[in-house]
Nanobody, 123 residues
Framework: EVQLVESGGGLVQAGGSLRLSCAGS????????IGWFRQAPGKGREAISC????????FYADSVKGRFTISRDNAKNTAYLHINSLKSEDTAVYYC????????????????WGQGTQVTVSS
């Protein structure tokens, strides 16, 4: 069974940092692109970052560029999202997903999704 499990969310003060983790199991992790998404209260899901399976190239939404860093450790079947300088508008449920597209990872369909981890930023 394919599973993606996010962790690392919580309540943090504005200006703080977090590292979210996405642990995969039940599939060959390094064969899949990993994307991070978020959904804020009352808003639609937003694609924020992704990392390619093949060369590790990373992509970011303009809204998070410079503050978010995506990485992956294929030996641990885990991807990470480092978030710095947290803002109140970063409050959302953060999801990771696995996708098999070979042409890219940002703006493409993802096949498997985790259950999400809540990030709440207090001002």
């Amino acid at each position: 069974e394919v599973q993606l499990v996010e962790s690392g969310g919580g309540l943090v003060q504005a200006g703080g940092s977090l590292r979210l983790s996405c642990a995969g199991s039940g599939f060959t992790f390094d064969d899949w692109n990993i994307g991070w998404f978020r959904q804020a209260p009352g808003k639609g899901r937003e694609a924020i970052s992704c990392i390619m399976r093949s060369d590790g190239n990373a992509f970011y939404a303009d809204s998070v560029k410079g503050r978010f860093t995506i990485s992956r450790d294929n030996a641990k079947n885990t991807a990470y999202l480092h978030i710095n300088s947290l803002k109140s508008e970063d409050t959302a449920v953060y999801y990771c997903a696995a996708g098999s597209q070979r042409l890219g990872c940002f703006g493409f369909v993802y096949d498997y999704w985790g259950q999400g981890t809540q990030v709440t930023v207090s001002s």
